[in-house]
């Protein structure tokens, strides 16, 4: 794995990408606390708030699972579809928040898009890591 390959620059961008999604999320709750009138450390009060407060929570939850999955998957699958699946990750993360914030129901998709990339990753970096290990096995 080079870091001038182009799917590892891929991979480092949508890592950047999504650092700026939590980052985002935290600015969500900010913004929707001040248009709400809801200040911290209260967690409960108007509905958008404690939406904003969910999509954050929830988020930071998903990429403490994605940000790994991801860089093992680039690692040691290596090509194209990790990066890839990484995007599908983030998209979902945004089609989630835009979900939540209309309507907690409409949740959903986005969760169900980010939850499958993440498996999509994981059976990667599980592939990959045997066959490396396989790999080093036989030599």
Same mark, same amino acid.
């Given at each position: 794995?080079?870091?001038?390959?182009?799917?590892?620059?891929?991979?480092?961008?949508?890592?950047?990408?999504?650092? =700026?999604?939590?980052?985002?999320?935290? &600015?969500?709750?900010?913004?929707?606390?001040?248009?709400?009138k809801v200040a911290a450390p209260a967690m409960t009060g108007a509905l958008p708030v404690e939406c904003a407060?969910?999509?954050?929570?929830?988020?930071?939850?998903?990429?403490?699972?994605?940000?790994?999955?991801?860089?093992?998957?680039?690692?040691?699958?290596?090509?194209?579809?990790?990066?890839? =699946?990484?995007?599908?990750?983030?998209?979902?993360?945004?089609?989630?928040? &835009?979900?939540?914030?209309?309507?907690?129901?409409?949740?959903?998709?986005?969760? &169900?898009?980010?939850?499958?990339?993440?498996i999509a990753l994981a059976i990667l970096a599980i592939v990959g890591i045997a066959g490396a290990w396989g790999?080093?096995?036989?030599?």
């Amino acid at each position: 794995m080079l870091l001038a390959a182009p799917a590892t620059i891929l991979t480092a961008a949508v890592t950047v990408l999504a650092a =700026l999604i939590c980052l985002g999320t935290a &600015i969500l709750v900010a913004r929707t606390r001040a248009a709400h009138k809801v200040a911290a450390p209260a967690m409960t009060g108007a509905l958008p708030v404690e939406c904003a407060l969910r999509v954050q929570g929830n988020t930071l939850e998903q990429v403490v699972v994605f940000l790994p999955l991801l860089w093992m998957a680039a690692i040691y699958f290596q090509g194209w579809i990790p990066p890839v =699946l990484g995007l599908v990750w983030c998209l979902g993360r945004i089609i989630y928040a &835009i979900g939540y914030m209309s309507a907690p129901n409409r949740r959903a998709p986005g969760f &169900i898009l980010s939850v499958l990339s993440s498996i999509a990753l994981a059976i990667l970096a599980i592939v990959g890591i045997a066959g490396a290990w396989g790999a080093m096995a036989a030599s």
